[in-house]
């Protein structure tokens, strides 16, 4: 597991994408808990929209 959330999360908004992609994945979430926030990240053939919600 890692500790560390700014890494973790740049990690799944970054470099698994592609995997994700891949592998049929159309829609996941990263919480970033540190941040308060969540982002869904919702992927197409075209695009990658990400929508971020912040929390108190």
């Keep these: ?12 908004l970054h470099d698994k ?3 994700y992609r891949r592998n049929g994945v ?5 919480w970033q808990v540190l941040e308060k926030k969540l982002d869904c990240v919702q ?3 075209l695009r990658i929209c990400v929508i971020t919600s912040r929390y108190r």
């Design 1 to 12: 597991m890692n500790r560390n959330g700014a890494s973790s999360a740049s990690n799944d």
């Design 17 to 19: 994408k592609r995997a």
């Design 26 to 30: 159309q829609e996941y979430i990263v």
């Design 43 to 45: 992927l197409t053939k």
